[in-house]
C-alpha cells in the first residue's frame, strides 16, 4: 500500500491464518494475529491517539519485526512525556521553529481528546512570529492576522502553504516547496469541466494527520475557489485514484462551492464520496471498503461523517436494510449498479439542496447516528451552522 491518503482513508488489509480443526491450532492462530491497523488507523484518524495506543498495547500478539518496528516508533512518538521520534530531524527546513509549535500542539491534543489546545497554539504563534519574523511586530493577535503573517513569513522562506485553518478539530500546518500550475479537462456527470490543477511537491510537512499516523496517511488534496491542490507524490496521474478519487472529487467541490457557498465538510465530502462511486470501475470495491472501515457518525471529521451516511445511504437503496459492513455483499453486486445508484442518489440531494437554498450550511450530516432509514435525509431541513475545514481530504 503506497503511502498516501487518496481516497478518505485508504484500507489495510490484515492476512491471518485460520485453523479450526484442534483448539492448539485455534490458540496457535490466536497467539499469530497481527495488531489490527485498520483500528489504529481510524482511531489516529478521528484524533484519537490513546485509543490507538490500547490497541497495540493489547497482549496475545506475536509480532513481527515490521510490526516491532512499527510498535516501537508509534510508541516513542505518543507514549511517553514528550516525543522521542525524529520527527523534526528526519525534514529539517527553515521553519523547524514553527513547525516544532504545531507538534507539540498535536501531539497534546491527539493524546487528550477531553481538552483544547488551540489558545495555547494560537499565543505560541504570535509570540514567534513577533520575536522571529521582523514584520510581525505589527501583528494583532486575531485569527485574520496570524493568518495573514503566517503566510507571508513561510513564503518569505520560498515555501508554500495553505494557511492557517483546521482539519477537522485540530489546527493543520501544510507546507510544500514547489508546485506547478495545469488544467485538466473532462467530463463530470455529463458536464464539462475544465480545472486548473496544482501539483504539489517537496512537502516539509502534510499536516496533523501524516503525523499521527507516522506518515501512512495525508490529504492528497484539496480544493479552493480558485483551484484544485494535488499532492503529486501520492498518484499515479493516469489512474482512477487520481482521475477519480482526486480529480472528480475535488472537482465536485469546486463546483459546490459555487452552488452552496456554505455547506459544512462533511456535506461537502457525501457529495464528492457519491461522485467516486458513481464513476469508479477499477477501484470500486476498494473504495466501499475504505468508506466502510472509516465510518463514523460521531466522529469531528467530515471524512468519517461523510462515510457512515454515503454506507448507510447507499446500503438502503441496494440491500433495503441500514448500513451494510459486510463487502463481500457488495462485491456480489454490479459495479453499474453501484455506479447508478450512487449518481442517482448524488442528483436527488442536489435538487433537495436547491429547494432549500443556496445559503444551506448544514443537512445530511446531522442525521447521522439517529436515522438508518436512507430517505430521511431527503425530507429534511437544516440551516445550522458549521464551519468548512480550510483544506479538504480526499
Known amino acids: 500500500m503506497k503511502k498516501s491518503y487518496k481516497s478518505g482513508c485508504a484500507v489495510l488489509l490484515l492476512l491471518t491464518s485460520l485453523f479450526s480443526k484442534t483448539g492448539m491450532a485455534q490458540a496457535e492462530s490466536q497467539a499469530a494475529a497481527k495488531p489490527d491497523y485498520t483500528k489504529v488507523y481510524r482511531y489516529c484518524l478521528d484524533g484519537d491517539v490513546m485509543s490507538a495506543l490500547r490497541v497495540l498495547g493489547e497482549g496475545g500478539y506475536k509480532l513481527s519485526r ?12 505518543f507514549k511517553g ?80 502553504t495553505t494557511g492557517l485553518g483546521k482539519t477537522g478539530r485540530l489546527y493543520d500546518l501544510l507546507v510544500w516547496g514547489s508546485e506547478k500550475d495545469t488544467t485538466y479537462s473532462f467530463t463530470l456527470n455529463r458536464e464539462k469541466i475544465s480545472s486548473r490543477v496544482m501539483l504539489m511537491d517537496k512537502f516539509v510537512t502534510l499536516g496533523w494527520e501524516e503525523y499521527a499516523t507516522l506518515d501512512k496517511y495525508y490529504p492528497g488534496g484539496w480544493a479552493t475557489d480558485t483551484a484544485l491542490y494535488c499532492v503529486k507524490k501520492g498518484y499515479d496521474l493516469s489512474s482512477e485514484a487520481f482521475l477519480i478519487s482526486y480529480l472528480a472529487h475535488e472537482s465536485r467541490h469546486f463546483a459546490d462551492y459555487k452552488l452552496f457557498a456554505k455547506l459544512s465538510s462533511a ?23 475504505s468508506f466502510i472501515n472509516n465510518a463514523n457518525a460521531k466522529s469531528n471529521n467530515g471524512h468519517s461523517i461523510a462515510n457512515f ?38 442528483r436527488s440531494t442536489t435538487k433537495q439542496l436547491l429547494r432549500i437554498g443556496r445559503t444551506v450550511e448544514k443537512y445530511i450530516s446531522v442525521l447521522c447516528g439517529f436515522y438508518d432509514s436512507p430517505f430521511v435525509i431527503l425530507k429534511t431541513k437544516t440551516t445550522q451552522k458549521n464551519v468548512r475545514n480550510s483544506a479538504h481530504q480526499i
Open 81 to 160: 512525556a514528550t516525543d522521542h521520534s525524529d520527527y523534526i530531524g528526519s525534514r529539517r527546513s527553515p521553519i523547524d521553529g514553527l513547525l516544532g509549535i504545531f507538534q507539540s500542539y498535536w501531539r497534546k491534543s491527539l493524546l487528550d481528546n477531553s481538552g483544547n489546545y488551540d489558545t495555547a497554539l494560537l499565543n505560541n504563534l504570535f509570540g514567534f512570529l513577533q520575536t522571529t519574523y521582523s514584520p510581525g511586530k505589527q501583528l494583532f493577535f486575531n485569527n485574520d492576522s496570524l493568518d495573514r503573517y503566517l503566510g507571508r513569513y513561510i513564503s518569505s522562506l520560498g515555501l508554500h
Open 309 to 346: 451516511c454515503v454506507i448507510r445511504d447507499l446500503s438502503g437503496r441496494l440491500f433495503k436494510t441500514g448500513f451494510e459492513a459486510d463487502i463481500s455483499k457488495w462485491k456480489k453486486l454490479r459495479i453499474k449498479k453501484v455506479n447508478r445508484v450512487a449518481s442517482k442518489l448524488l
Open 267 to 289: 456535506d461537502l465530502e457525501y457529495r464528492a464520496k457519491l461522485t467516486e462511486l458513481s464513476m469508479a470501475k477499477e477501484t470500486l470495491f476498494k473504495l466501499l471498503s
Open 66 to 77: 515490521q510490526d516491532s518496528i512499527f510498535k516501537t516508533r508509534f510508541e516513542s512518538r
